[in-house]
């Protein structure tokens, strides 16, 4: 009782003169940057409007004709294109990758599939080599490409695949990750755009997920995911022409990655990396959102955990390298600068992750303790309120669910908001790659195989400590204000710090066998 007694008199002690000042500067940053988020948010919405209202098709935009036969060239009327499939260890998916690829509808002399196979284990290399060679015994042009070492992982294996004689012959080269199937249309939809279009450098497909109703974190994933390429990826298009590259289903012009300087390894978004470098040499992208690509969620919060430390660390520390970069370029118009470090880097790379995290989970909960440091009304109800509907409404099927979203959201802001820190900062784990799981089981359920599962119980996989902590800490928060406080704050701080608690013993997402 004396030791507790002695925490609330220093508590009393250095409350006012300490941690209320402190936590007032803290609320008016949180608030500057939802500000700056609500802003963001509501223009993108403003220009989905208009381009949905006029109609600002791709298509209308640039000028774009199908690919036709010519009488006196025949095959050679089209264009040499290069389909490059990174892989490692891609055991549940390698099939139906390089199946889809060799499915394309081009004429089979005028593609090349190259395999980039960086996988360690040898049996799965196996597996893969004679995939390849059954193709080959189909007559389709497909190259089974292997190196010695992992340097720069993906940006290594790419930069690697390019340097074979036979890619010289090519002029674009389409990109798909190993849990990806593209449609056969998919290059007679995109090349035309490149062919037509001598200042587009980059054509970007949409994803489509085909296990998003696998688990609850996969229909998370799918809202957030969503709304990155229905508003995102469509906003960047439609005003700037640039947007960041996904890394996937994608076709490039081979020019504009040679002017760009090729891929680097020198962060973990490679794709993003590429992206920014080829615009500011000018070259112009466009998104083309109704071809779809069918592609894996990760399924398991380990393998989600991953990609999102790559995804949130890797734009950070990318922004940290390039920000003088792009000031200083002489080639884009000032207005497209400061749509690229501002809008597409600062805000949506930065400040949504730490504002999400800092605010609502530290700052928030910290004035049911502290009552002398109150949050606006508009700032903790309103725009957060407006903000999520405006994230929801790019999957009207999950509306259901956006108060399940939120809560995960607040959960994975933890994660994001660390790695952001480790990418600005180019702390231990800045350029960890750790390539992100694939079951498979979506993929197959559409062929009508089964995968079987089991749980797995191996502690040290599944106890997420930061996790924990935050729960505890928001608990007590709402503890306290459900007997002293006056926010009435605690039924968000239950619901929240269960979130946290039940992440933080890995029950969420699918189950697996480790075996």
């Not at 394309?104 to 290399?125: E, F, H, N, Y």
């Not at 799918?222 to 709304?227: G, I, P, Q």
């Not at 508003?231 to 640039?242: D, K, L, W």
Request: with cysteine; charged share 20%; glycine share 8%.
């Amino acid at each position: 009782m004396e030791f507790t007694g002695q925490i609330g008199l220093i508590w009393e002690q250095t409350k006012v003169p300490l941690v209320v000042p402190v936590l007032k500067v803290m609320v008016i940053l949180c608030l500057a940057m939802s500000a700056m988020l609500f802003i963001e948010r509501v223009y993108m919405g403003i220009v989905i409007v208009f381009v949905k209202l006029f109609r600002r098709k791709p298509e209308k935009m640039y000028k774009w004709e199908p690919m036709k036969d010519d009488v006196e060239l025949g095959n050679l009327g089209y264009p040499m294109v290069l389909v490059q499939i990174p892989m490692y260890n891609e055991k549940e998916v390698y099939q139906l990758s390089i199946g889809a690829a060799c499915g394309l509808s081009w004429p089979a002399d005028r593609v090349i599939i190259q395999v980039l196979d960086d996988s360690t284990d040898p049996a799965i290399k196996t597996l893969v080599q004679v995939e390849c060679q059954r193709w080959a015994s189909k007559g389709i042009n497909i190259k089974y490409e292997i190196r010695d070492n992992r340097n720069g992982y993906k940006a290594g294996a790419l930069k690697e695949g390019m340097k074979h004689s036979y890619v010289k012959q090519c002029d674009y080269v389409a990109i798909f990750d190993a849990d990806f199937q593209p449609e056969p249309h998919f290059l007679t939809r995109t090349i035309p755009f490149l062919v037509n279009n001598p200042q587009l450098g980059l054509v970007q497909a949409r994803w489509k997920f085909v296990n998003s109703d696998e688990c609850l974190m996969t229909r998370m994933q799918e809202m957030s995911l969503d709304y990155h390429f229905i508003v995102e990826q469509e906003v960047g298009s439609s005003t700037h022409a640039f947007f960041g590259f996904n890394g996937t289903a994608g076709v490039w012009r081979i020019s504009a990655i040679n002017e760009a300087g090729g891929w680097k390894d020198r962060t973990t978004v490679e794709d993003m990396d590429l992206a920014v470098r080829a615009s500011l040499k000018g070259w112009k992208f466009v998104y083309v959102g109704d071809l779809k690509v069918k592609n894996e969620l990760p399924s398991t919060f380990n393998a989600y955990r991953n990609q999102q430390h790559r995804w949130s660390c890797g734009p950070a520390n990318l922004f940290k390298k390039m920000a003088m970069e792009i000031i200083r370029n002489k080639k884009v118009s000032l207005w497209k600068k400061f749509y690229v470090i501002y809008s597409f880097f600062f805000v949506r790379k930065i400040v949504a992750h730490i504002v999400t995290f800092v605010f609502y989970c530290v700052v928030l909960p910290a004035t049911v303790l502290v009552p002398e440091v109150e949050v606006p009304k508009w700032g903790a109800v309103y725009i957060p309120s407006i903000i999520t509907l405006l994230n929801a409404v790019g999957t009207p099927r999950s509306l259901h669910l956006v108060l399940f979203w939120i809560i995960f959201e607040n959960v994975m802001s933890v994660h994001r908001t660390k790695a952001t820190f480790i990418g600005l900062l180019e702390a231990g784990r800045v350029n960890e790659w750790v390539v992100t799981e694939k079951l498979g089981d979506g993929l197959k359920t559409k062929l009508g195989g089964k995968t079987p599962r089991k749980p797995r119980f191996r502690i040290g996989d599944r106890v997420h400590i930061l996790e924990l902590g935050v729960g505890a800490y928001l608990f007590f928060c709402g503890c306290y204000d459900l007997a002293f406080g006056k926010n009435r704050y605690f039924i968000f701080l239950f619901l929240q710090s269960i979130a946290f608690f039940i992440a933080g013993v890995g029950y969420v997402g699918t189950m697996v066998s480790t075996s």
